[in-house]
Each structure stands twice: as C-alpha cells, then as structure tokens.
C-alpha cells in the first residue's frame, strides 16, 4: 500500500500535480461562491426581520397608547410561527417587558436580534425587540456544503480522466525513454538504442541521450582494453609484492617473514617432526668495516648459495636479516642427522669466498633445536634456536651447539640478575670496599682501590666479576659507574679528613662509561668541585685497549681530568697492546701491572725479565708502578728488588669495608 501512493514515478507525479491543480481551482470557486451566498443569506435574514418588525409596530403603538396588553400579545404571538424566530419582546418606554412570546425552538449559538422603536407622531411608547436564531443560514451551509461534496466529486472524476489522457499523451515517449534506459541499465548492453517518438524537447533528448550512448558505448570499449591490460599489470605487481614480503631482496633467499609463517604451518601438521638451525656469521663485521658495504652484501650473497647447497629440496633456508640465516629441515628428529648438516654448513662457510678481487674469510656460531622436543610454538623454537647460537659463539665461535634447558636456565639466571642489579641500585644494595695499596716498604698505605661489592639479601656479598660483565652488555653500568663515582668521593673526602696523610683512591673505570661527547668527564668535574675534592686524591684506572688509538676522544677527555689534578693509571697492563705511544702523549700517572706477570715470577725467568723492563720503562717516563695480586712474600722480595713502588695483593691485605679500611689505616696514621 505504501508503494503504492508513493511518488517513485513521474508518472504519478504529473498525475498528482494535474488533479491538484484542478481540484484546487474548483475548491477555490465553491469556497468563495459560497462565502458569498451564506453572507447574502445573512443580510436577507436581517432585512425580512426588519420588514415584520416594521410591519407590526404601528399596530403594537396603537394597543399600548389604550394599555391594550392582551392586543399586543394577540398581534406578537403569530409571528412565532416563523421557522428562525426564537422570541418577541414588548417594553415600554421605561424599558419594563410587557409582553413576550417565546417560541420552543432551540436558540443556537449565534442569534439575530432586531430592535424597532414604537413611537407615534413624536411620541415614544415603548420597544419591540425580535430574536431569531441562525438555523436560515445553517440550511444554507448544509446545501453548500452537500454542493460541494457533489461538485468536489464530480469535479475529481473529469480531473483524473483528462489527467490520464495528457499524461498518456505527453508522457509516452519520456516514459520510453525511461524504460529504455532502464533496459540498457540492466543488461549493460549500451548498443541499445532509443526511438525518437516526438518533435519537441522530449523529442532533442532522445538524440542527445542516443549520442550519450554513442560516448558511453566508445569508452567502455576503450576502458575494457584499459581494464585488461591494468589486470595483466596488476598480475605481475601482485606477484612481484609476493617477492618482496616473502623474499629477501639481498641473497633471494626466503625472508623473516616467510620463515615465521612456515614454521608455523609445519607446527599445524600433524607428527610433524623437524630441525631449526640458527647461523651467525662470525666475522661479517670485519669485511664491512675494512671493505665496505658492498663487499658485505655480496659475501652475503655468496653464503646463501653455499647455504641452499647444504640442504635438499625439502628444506628451506632463510635470511632473518644482517648476517643472521635460519635452515628448516623436515622431517629431521636427531642429533645424528642434524650434526651431519651443521658440519657441511661449517664446512662450506670455512672456505675461502672470492668477492671481487679480495679473498674473505667467515665462520659460523650455530644452534640447533628440534620440534617438538625443544619447543610446542615459534616463539619458544627461535628462541632456544637463538640461546644455543649464542652459547656457541660464546665458546670460541665456528661450532654448533644443540639446545639444552640448562641454556635456558641460565638465561633465566641472566635476566633475573638483571633485575636484580636495577632493584640493587634502587634500594641502595651496592658497597664500596678497600683494598689497601702498599708503599714498596710494606709501612705505609698511601693509596686503596676502590672495589663494589653487592650486598645481596639473599645471596649475601657478591663480587664484581658476576654481575660487571653482564651490566656492561645491558647498558646498567653508566648507573653503577655514576654511584661508584659519588660514593668513591665521598669516601675519599671523609678519608683525607681523617688522615694527615694524603690518600689516594684508584676507581675502575669500564670504556662504556667513557662517552666520546664527555658528559662522563663533566660528571666528575662537577661532582669533584661540589665535594671540593682534595687534588691527587683519586685515580682513575682505565686499561690498554680504551687507550689504544693515540688521537681518539677518549684520550682528550683524559686529559681534561688531568688538567683537575685527578691522576690517571693504565690497569692490567702488560695484557694488552701495551704501546708506549699514549704512555708519552698522555700525562699517566700509574702503572698497574697485570697479577698474571706476578703469578709466574717466582718461576718464570721471562716474566721477572717482562717485570722489569716495565718498571725501568716507566720509571724512565717518570711513571709509578703498582704489582697487583702479590700474595707471596717470595713474590713481594723480587719485587722489592726490581723497585717496584707500591704493592697490591693478600701478601697484605684483602679488600674491606670502608669502616675496617679507617680503623685499620686512617686511625694508625693519626696516631
């Protein structure tokens, strides 16, 4: 039903504006015809009242000038026999009722009331007001009205009949076209053509809609051929997109990405067993820096063949990225089968690689796992994958080794310890001991190394060596360093106010903390003026490998702490490149000679030869030595006899708290 009056259509659009309008014309006429008529109507009613009531008082005059009451009321009460007269009051001139009739008819709510003075000659004797209801013009208004249903009616019928001969006239050939263009809609066939049915606009519009088609028709033949070649087009970009997120642009080898999503397909299949090889490449690094990038990019390319080499077709090898490859191989569940591959990959690499006209070495560190003894997900897979890797660089680099969840462990143990070392710094767990430093006569102690230690809560005291290396590779040591830093000070400070003695303090130093920019060297400016901080009273010890390049940055920042009266000590030396080069153009206070030359030289000829020549070395440069881990008096004798200047080791004195290191040194000294 609602479809159906709904003007969807120009059809009925047309229909609807052709009988508005001529109902609405019509309307218009009857409403004003009738207007007029009710009003005419009105006014008649008004003047035929007038005319009785005129007609009557000369009559009524004449009774009342003999007080004749029962005269007035014999000549009012016929008049009541008027349909529309509802009363008929007589008054006198004082305005007092003589005489009514009052009819039964019901007054309505809009009444006529006439009133006719009754005077005689000039003479006044009264009123006869006349009332008479609206029920004339009601019957008036109920014609009109059953009129105009009627007219209304007759008038809708001849309206929708010539309604529906023009728009069948006028609409045919828009109504055509309508249809026509419907039809080439749906079949999208624009071949079709529209007949020109008329001569007049409708009639311009079909030629110009036939030439539309004409157009319309053209460019689609053109943008099918479009469409096509775009299709071709796409086709191959679509597989080139395939490429490069499935393919390593560098070696052509499967990417990342493609390696997760496969291992994931072969944990969906069913008994599925295999082997996850991880490889590093030991060595990449080095053809980078001292050839370039391009010769690394091509050392990469060389790999992966050698790598696809090793396996058969069922295999994938893949790039992780950088210098990282992984080897899947299906259907691979022992240690047997897996030694034999990772061999023939350690074979391969081994050998020498022609790039260019240079001939390049790698290696490489690899770990192995198996599915689904060493892992039930990707994520657990790579990363034991990733552990045993590491454990065979870790061992010396050109092996495999197989994962075992001791590995895990341990990297377990690394990052709880981790933790712990933020949590350590956090709530203060980290202690400065001293290890005294001996003059050469074993009488004095005019220097101490300051040593961390970790008071742990539940492991108790831990020395350095098992949580330094692993804070320098998780970027904690610049913290450890900042709170050696300010505690070694302030040791330092309360130290020299104790003694009358000075006391120096050496404090190790990791090249980490050393930055190229000095912020680290502005540190200890800073912190050495607030605590104004006697001069000469700490050493920085810092090893050969940090000095190594005579012009490097770190060398400048070394000075500037010289130019503050803080002394600087090369430490372990002897293991290291040991050149004299920064010994001259740096002002090096100390020497520290490595406690592996001091283990052998109760026995090792050579090494009392090596003992010496640094100490004469460094004498002659006006540079003190410091024998560290001397433990002997044997040892301590020798020394004494090649002139050492200071002795460090438990021949002495072990490392200890700061309150032992007053009690035991500082308080003697006053005394």
């Known amino acids: 039903m609602k479809t159906l009056f709904a003007l969807n259509t120009i059809s009925k659009k047309l229909l609807v504006i052709l009988m508005s309008v001529a109902l609405a014309s019509t309307a218009t006429v009857t409403i004003v015809f009738s207007a007029y008529e009710i009003n005419s109507a009105k006014e008649e009613q008004i003047e035929s009242l007038d005319s009785l009531s005129k007609m009557l008082a000369p009559n009524i005059t004449t009774a009342l000038m003999f007080d004749d009451l ?12 008027r349909s529309d007269v509802v009363s008929i009051t007589v008054y006198n001139q004082s305005d007092v009722q003589l005489a009514v009739a009052l009819s039964t008819k019901q007054e309505l709510d809009h009444s006529i009331e006439v009133n ?19 029920s004339y013009i009601q019957n008036k208004i109920s014609f009109y009205s059953k009129f105009l249903i009627v007219l209304m009616t007759f008038t809708f019928a001849v309206s929708l009949v010539l309604s529906l001969l023009l728009r069948r006239r006028f609409l045919n050939p828009i109504l055509y076209l309508a249809q026509t263009a419907d039809k080439i809609t749906t079949s999208h066939d624009y071949s079709l053509r529209a007949k020109q049915l008329s001569k007049d606009e409708v009639g311009q519009l079909t030629a110009c809609f036939n030439d539309m088609l004409s157009n319309i028709e053209q460019r689609e033949n053109s943008l099918e051929n479009q469409v096509k070649l775009r299709t071709n087009e796409l086709e191959s970009a679509n597989i080139q997109l395939h490429q490069y997120a499935y393919q390593d642009g560098l070696t052509d080898l499967p990417n990342r990405r493609y ?24 060595g990449f690094k080095e053809v980078n ?15 992966a063949i050698r790598l696809q080499n090793c396996i058969t077709s069922k295999d994938t090898v893949a790039r992780l990225g950088g210098d990282e490859f992984t080897l899947i191989l299906e259907g691979v569940s022992n240690a047997n089968q897996a030694s034999k591959i990772a061999e023939t990959v350690k074979s391969s690499l081994m050998e020498s690689i022609k790039i260019k006209n240079e001939t390049v070495y790698v290696t490489a560190s690899i770990g192995l796992t198996f599915y689904p003894v060493d892992g039930q997900t990707v994520e657990e897979l790579v990363k034991r994958a990733d552990q045993a890797m590491y454990l065979s660089k870790n061992k010396g680099r050109n092996r495999y080794e197989f994962f075992s969840y001791e590995i895990e462990e341990r990297a377990t143990q690394r990052r709880l310890l981790i933790e712990e070392i933020r949590v350590a710094l956090d709530k203060k767990q980290f202690e400065l001991f001293y290890q005294p430093i001996f003059s050469i006569d074993g009488l004095s102690v005019p220097k101490a190394e300051a040593l961390i230690r970790w008071n742990h809560p539940k492991r108790g005291l831990i020395g350095p060596n098992e949580f330094i290396p692993v804070a320098e590779k998780n970027g904690l040591i610049g913290d450890i360093g900042h709170w050696v830093k300010s505690q070694a000070i302030k040791d330092t400070v309360d130290f020299n106010k104790l003694s009358k003695d000075a006391v120096q303090v050496s404090v190790n130093t990791s090249p980490l903390e050393i930055d190229r920019a000095g912020q680290w060297v502005d540190d200890w400016i800073t912190a050495s003026k607030e605590s104004q ?13 940090t000095l190594m390049d005579p012009d490097s940055s770190i060398q400048r920042q070394l000075k500037r702490l010289s130019a503050i009266n803080i002394d600087i000590a090369i430490d372990d030396f002897g293991v290291g490149y040991s050149s004299l080069a920064y010994l001259q153009r740096l002002d090096i206070d100390i020497l520290k000679i490595d406690r592996s030359f001091i283990q052998d030289i109760e026995s090792n000829d050579n090494s009392i030869a090596l003992v010496k020549a640094i100490i004469t070395m460094a004498h002659n440069l006006d540079v003190m030595v410091v024998a560290e881990g001397v433990e002997t008096s044997r040892q301590y004798e020798l020394l004494k006899h090649l002139s050492c200047d200071y002795i460090q080791g438990y021949i002495f004195s072990k490392a200890i708290t700061k309150k032992e290191f007053i009690k035991k040194y500082i308080t003697k000294n006053i005394g």
């Open 533 to 545: 901080l006697p001069n000469n009273t700490i050493l920085i010890e810092v090893t050969e490998n």
């Open 259 to 282: 390696f997760y999503e496969k291992i994931q397909s072969l944990i969906s299949v069913k008994d599925m067993t295999f082997a996850l090889i991880f490889i590093d490449l030991d």
């Open 70 to 81: 029962d005269a007035v009321q014999e000549l009012i009460n016929p008049i009541l026999m």
């Open 116 to 134: 006719t003075p009754l005077t005689f000659e000039t003479n006044n004797y009264g009123l006869l007001k006349i009332r008479a209801n609206d």
């Open 289 to 303: 820096d001292s050839l370039g990038h391009d010769y690394g990019d091509l050392l990469l390319h060389q790999v």
